[in-house]
């Protein structure tokens, strides 16, 4: 199976190529079809296995091909549980969306909040960011997620391990609506507080998963 095979939007086609990606990953086979559906997802497969695109593909493709509910709110948010994996998540969606007329931004803690509270304010159709410093700017109104249709959490094991529920339930609620779509990524799925968090964010979710969870 090739990227092409996937029914994606060219300009994405044309971006992994550029890039010299021709294969999907085991998970991006798995989890770009149901992505691309509209479902809602959990998804586990190990650190190095493609997750990022396998999350990144369906969300520039649904802003790329449908009508947004919100021309003012993001339409795409992706926590992360750190700034340094908010950042690589962030670097590989500039490499998707470039040439395109999209903008993302990148909010994460212990940087300049009224710098991020301008880049809000050019409306970006996605948000990378860490959890914390995002419900910062939902309490300070410099974020609002009415118009939200796609949330994505990272390595949602590890923001449970770092002790963001609260701000991902925060998060939820913000953006609580019956069009959203969810998806979590996540190396291992079996804790307790990772069922509690599927319960409270996810309708109905396709689970896919590669190799056997770590
Ligand atoms: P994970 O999040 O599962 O740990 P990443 O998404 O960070 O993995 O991807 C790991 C590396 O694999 C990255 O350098 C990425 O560019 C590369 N990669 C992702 N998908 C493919 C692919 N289909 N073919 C080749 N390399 C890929
Ligand atoms: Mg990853």
Do not use: C
Not at 32 to 40: E, H, T, V
Not at 188 to 211: E, F, I, N, W, Y
């Amino acid at each position: 199976m090739q990227f092409t095979d996937l029914s994606l939007h060219h300009n994405l086609l044309k971006a992994l190529d550029i890039k010299g990606l021709t294969e999907p990953t085991e998970i991006q086979k798995k989890a770009i079809p149901y992505g691309l559906m509209g479902k809602d997802l959990i998804a586990s497969s190990k650190t190095g296995s493609g997750k990022t695109l396998a999350f990144l593909l369906p969300a520039v493709h649904r802003v790329l091909t449908k009508q947004p509910l919100s021309r003012r709110d993001p339409r795409v948010l992706i926590l992360a549980p750190t700034r340094e994996l908010a950042k690589q998540v962030f670097l590989q969606l500039k490499w998707l969306i470039a040439k395109q007329p999209l903008k993302a931004a990148l909010v994460l803690g212990g940087e300049n909040f009224n710098d991020q509270v301008k880049a809000l304010k050019h409306h970006p159709q996605f948000i990378v960011g860490t959890a914390g410093r995002v419900v910062d700017h939902l309490k300070g109104k410099s974020l609002f997620l009415n118009g939200l249709e796609l949330l994505i959490l990272d390595e949602a094991d590890r923001m449970l391990d770092l002790g963001f529920a609260a701000e991902l339930r925060l998060v939820n609620q913000a953006a609580d609506h019956r069009k959203r779509q969810s998806m979590m990524f996540s190396a291992t799925l079996d804790s307790a507080a990772m069922h509690q968090l599927t319960q409270s964010l996810l309708k109905a979710p396709q689970r896919v998963s590669v190799g056997s969870s770590s």
